[in-house]
């Protein structure tokens, strides 16, 4: 680990992926949290939350206050918007850093706070932006803050770790509570260290971030009473663990096999890490002693195993503890390749990376030249780089830093390759961007543009029109809202023939062939047979008959 080159090759190629991404348009509920912030500056209103002017209880303010805030300062801007998240992040990574340094060393630090920055889940989901993407901030600053108090007894450690707290209520609502308190409660009980888990400052916490989550609680209460404080409380998680509000996923090992994409390419250093830790604390027997640490263990498997239970199921629900196994990952890589008795693991773990870096680099050339094949020159430029380095640092003595070389190499040619190819290939399929495009340059003052039907609820159409109207599910609410004439409509066929059938006279201003960029399916990345997977959508503009 005396070489740092890793590091700067890891900093150099983290930027250049993810600014690559910073002009890939956003789609779906990346696009609908960008759109609620929009409508805080349309509205003049921070507390009560709406999106296509109905009011909106989903997600607390946090995130959307802060899109509000870029486009309150930059104009109504993606590219500001991304970029914006992508700083906060940083501290994030920073926190990562020194929690990992605060727990074992500066190297465990250093080492987490890479594996994280460049891992597939952090890029994927700063392009596709979600609340958990911000949440991990809050998240990874509190247990770090929580966890310097318990050493310390510094009771700023504990009063920033409570605001950190407050501040992933804000953002993701109560969920937060269960990463922070599984990881630091857990920790207290397996240390045995009752003085700090009954302390009365516990109390204290408690008015302090109800204080914070005021915002959130008055426009939930403002827009549906009661049942807006239940859902933030209650209906939003319990409900989604018990399939009663959202969710019809059974399958428990869903986290198991999206952890391997999620953290890839330290995926099997966090699988092999998780074991470890656990084996050791088992040869234990759960007793830690004062310098042990259960704050990792601690966050990730209550948080997951409740997760696996739960109907609702998502990737980006991993994104808060990803950090808490990027440090057991950086953990236990030192140990294995630092520690004789761990030789035969190190040999497995080395065999099992070299095969993903192989893999990786597949991906990128079946993208570049089946899925869509004639990529710019520049393209292949950047990959082929990455391709002769991959290949020349295989040829070095077996090391950690070989390892992390050529895996960041490798995952880093899979993202340049998606981001500035593949991507940008989708979005010609994602209609509502050319609806956008066409709408822009032929709408007059005033019009609007619609989104009609569910499967039309394309949230891009409002972010990236000039002038958003409503979201329309039903027939009769179509007739109840009555778009005036020269209004336009986004809608699937489906759509059109209901409005036929309310004798709403229309013009067809363009078709289009569909597919989301958030539904990808072997038959659509297969050119041969992409046609049969694109849908109907349609532009159309009210006639004043």
Not at 247 to 276: C, E, Q, R
Not at 457 to 475: A, C, D, H, M, Q
Request: aromatic letters at 14%; proline letters at 4%; one cysteine or more.
């Amino acid at each position: 680990m005396k070489n740092k080159h890793w590091l700067v090759l890891g900093i150099a190629l983290y930027l250049l992926v993810n600014i690559a991404g910073l002009l890939i348009p956003i789609v779906i509920n990346a696009a609908k949290y960008a759109q609620v912030g929009r409508e805080i500056l349309d509205n003049h209103d921070w507390i009560n939350l709406t999106i296509g002017g109905e009011a909106y209880d989903q997600k607390p303010p946090l995130l959307f206050w802060i899109a509000a805030l870029i486009f309150k300062t930059f104009g109504i801007s993606v590219f500001a918007y991304k970029l914006g998240i992508l700083l906060i992040s940083l501290i994030g990574i920073y926190g990562t850093f020194k929690l990992g340094q605060f727990l074992y060393d500066n190297k465990v630090g250093l080492l987490s706070a890479f594996m994280w920055a460049t891992c597939l889940g952090y890029s994927h989901f700063h392009n596709d932006i979600h609340t958990d993407t911000l949440l991990v901030v809050p998240v990874i600053l509190s247990i770090w803050q929580y966890a310097v108090w318990v050493k310390s007894r510094r009771d700023y450690h504990f009063y920033i770790g409570t605001f950190m707290v407050g501040l992933a209520m804000l953002t993701k609502g109560p969920v937060a509570i269960v990463i922070i308190g599984s990881a630091v409660g857990l920790h207290l009980l397996f240390t045995r260290n009752f003085k700090a888990m009954f302390n009365y400052r516990w109390l204290l916490a408690i008015p302090i971030v109800l204080l914070m989550i005021v915002p959130a609680l008055w426009g939930l209460y403002d827009q549906f009473g009661v049942e807006g404080i239940k859902f933030y409380f209650w209906t939003n998680n319990v409900g989604r663990i018990s399939g009663s509000y959202a969710g019809k996923n059974t399958d428990p090992f869903f986290y198991l096999h999206t952890t391997l994409y999620m953290i890839a390419p330290w995926a099997i250093l966090s699988f092999v890490g998780i074991f470890m830790q656990i084996r050791e604390q088992v040869q234990k027997k759960w007793r830690l002693n004062a310098g042990d640490e259960f704050y990792t263990l601690g966050g990730i498997l209550l948080y997951l195993l409740i997760n696996s239970v739960a109907r609702a199921k998502n990737p980006h629900y991993e994104m808060p503890v990803l950090p808490l196994m990027a440090i057991l990952a950086a953990r236990w890589a030192l140990l294995i390749f630092e520690k004789p008795h761990l030789t035969r693991l190190k040999k497995v773990v080395s065999s099992i990376h070299l095969l993903s870096g192989i893999l990786l680099f597949l991906l990128s050339g079946i993208f570049l030249i089946f899925v869509f094949p004639n990529p710019r020159g520049w393209v292949w430029l950047v990959t082929g780089v990455m391709l002769a380095g991959f290949l020349y640092v295989l040829s070095w003595r077996n090391s950690l830093n070989k390892q992390l070389t050529y895996l960041v190499l490798a995952v880093s040619a899979l993202l340049f390759t998606l981001k500035t190819h593949i991507l940008p290939n989708l979005t010609s399929y994602q209609s509502g961007f050319e609806a956008c495009r066409i709408f822009n340059e032929q709408a007059n003052e005033g019009e609007q543009i619609h989104i009609f039907t569910p499967n039309s609820r394309y949230w891009e159409v409002f972010l990236y029109s000039k002038n958003y109207g409503r979201y329309i599910v039903t027939p009769q609410e179509f007739e109840q809202i009555a778009p005036p004439a020269n209004d336009w409509v986004f809608t699937d066929p489906a759509g059109a023939q209901q409005l036929a059938e309310l004798n709403i006279p229309v013009d067809t201003v363009r078709v289009f062939q569909h597919n989301s960029m958030t539904s990808l399916s072997l038959r659509f990345l297969n050119p041969r047979t992409r046609a049969s997977k694109l849908k109907t959508r349609y532009l159309l503009q009210i006639r004043n008959d």
